[in-house]
């Protein structure tokens, strides 16, 4: 038994001088440490040893629910991939696609704008239908540019029609496109595929000589004395006044209902060219011969859409409505060759 006693005895000693040994290396350790370092280390040690409590009481709260740190971490991800977004926002290629009125040419300003209705129409006496054809200039002025959106308020300068016979062809005097007015109008510029510059104008109605509350499914008045109908021209009659002339000759008072779409692009010269797709209907109030009866309509039918045409080109800025009129058949000398009695 006494040899026992003592191995313990010496078993226990040997165990208090280890733990001494370590207790002398650890302080040896952290007598070199950096003050500051210590002082930081030993803030975290009184905070550890103020509140095992505290500590114990948070590590039972969220045993077994791991979900408290991940949605922490993931909140912490998305927080990192925001500031790269916004970080990004400082790029100049960023900055400069956010300008985007650069990127697209400047258009405010005033131009003339020539649009070519190109159809088919049944010509009064002779009861054939022959093609036929509409000229419209206007001058446009382009007074608002965002981004790639143009606000225009657009002024009809000229307006003339035509068919393919001298017998009898229809007869739209000044007053016609004067009674017009101005219309506001909305532009869009976008890029093509193959880099280009396009130019759009969304399917737009004008009504005119009435009212519609529908103008695209609305039908025009029949009555010169519906109250929806009002005299445009100042003609003295209720309708717009159109007249035929040539071997017969007639005066109707008409409505009309017209929806444009222009789809082009910007050629070199800097001028916008492109297709117009269109569609008229007419309704005769009254007329003082039986071949106006169901007056004159221009179709899109039986026509090649790309003769229907419409082109943008810069004009001197003090040019009014009829400067721009006079000057039609210089700023677009290829379409007053093909319709030369519409551009006198």
């Given at each position: ?5 003592r ?9 208090y ?5 370590i207790?002398?290396s ?8 950096d ?5 930081g280390v030993?803030?975290i040690?009184e905070?550890?040893?103020e509140?095992?409590?505290?500590v114990?009481g948070f590590d039972?709260a ?7 740190f991940d949605?922490r ?7 990192e991939?925001i500031?790269?977004?916004d970080d990004?926002?400082y790029?100049?290629e ?15 300003g005033?131009?003339?704008n020539l649009?070519?209705f190109k159809?088919s ?6 009861g054939s239908t022959?093609p036929a054809?509409a000229?419209?200039?206007s001058?446009v002025?382009?007074?608002?540019q965002?981004?790639s959106?143009l606000?225009a308020h657009t002024e009809m300068?000229r307006?003339?029609a035509g068919?393919?016979?001298d017998?009898v062809?229809?007869?739209l005097?000044d ?8 219309v506001d109008?909305?532009f869009y510029?976008?890029?093509?595929e193959?880099g280009e510059?396009?130019?759009r104008?969304d399917k ?6 009435c ?8 039908p ?7 109250e ?5 021209d100042?003609?003295?009659m209720?309708g717009?006044y ?5 071997k017969a000759?007639g005066?109707a008072?008409?409505?009309q209902k017209?929806?444009?779409?222009l789809?082009g692009?910007?050629n070199e010269n800097?001028?916008?060219?492109g297709?117009?797709?269109?569609f008229?209907?007419?309704s005769?109030?009254w007329?003082?011969t ?8 221009t179709?899109p039918?039986?026509?090649d859409?790309?003769?229907s045409?419409?082109?943008?080109k810069?004009?001197d800025?003090s040019w009014?409505c ?10 677009f000398p290829e379409?007053?060759a093909?319709?030369p009695?519409?551009?006198?």
């Amino acid at each position: 038994m006494e040899v026992v006693r003592r191995f313990r005895n010496h078993y226990f000693l040997y165990c208090y001088l280890l733990f001494l040994c370590i207790i002398g290396s650890c302080n040896l350790k952290n007598s070199h440490q950096d003050p500051e370092e210590r002082e930081g280390v030993e803030d975290i040690d009184e905070d550890l040893g103020e509140d095992d409590d505290g500590v114990a009481g948070f590590d039972a709260a969220n045993t077994g629910n791991d979900t408290a740190f991940d949605e922490r971490d993931d909140i912490e991800v998305e927080d990192e991939a925001i500031l790269t977004d916004d970080d990004a926002v400082y790029d100049d290629e960023v900055v400069n696609n956010d300008d985007t009125g650069k990127d697209f040419p400047d258009m405010t300003g005033a131009w003339a704008n020539l649009t070519i209705f190109k159809g088919s129409a049944k010509v009064p006496l002779l009861g054939s239908t022959l093609p036929a054809w509409a000229v419209m200039v206007s001058k446009v002025d382009i007074y608002s540019q965002e981004n790639s959106t143009l606000k225009a308020h657009t002024e009809m300068c000229r307006l003339k029609a035509g068919t393919a016979t001298d017998l009898v062809y229809p007869y739209l005097p000044d007053s016609y496109a004067e009674s017009l007015g101005n219309v506001d109008k909305t532009f869009y510029l976008s890029y093509g595929e193959n880099g280009e510059i396009r130019f759009r104008q969304d399917k737009l109605w004008e009504v005119r000589s009435c009212t519609l509350d529908d103008p695209e499914n609305d039908p025009l008045p029949t009555d010169i004395n519906d109250e929806r109908v009002f005299d445009a021209d100042n003609s003295g009659m209720n309708g717009l006044y159109m007249g035929m002339v040539g071997k017969a000759s007639g005066r109707a008072e008409i409505v009309q209902k017209v929806s444009t779409i222009l789809d082009g692009e910007f050629n070199e010269n800097g001028e916008v060219y492109g297709i117009t797709t269109w569609f008229e209907a007419q309704s005769v109030l009254w007329t003082d011969t039986f071949l106006l009866e169901n007056g004159a309509p221009t179709s899109p039918a039986g026509a090649d859409p790309s003769e229907s045409v419409f082109i943008f080109k810069r004009i001197d800025p003090s040019w009014d409505c009829h400067a721009v009129k006079e000057n039609s058949a210089a700023l677009f000398p290829e379409q007053a060759a093909l319709y030369p009695n519409e551009f006198k």
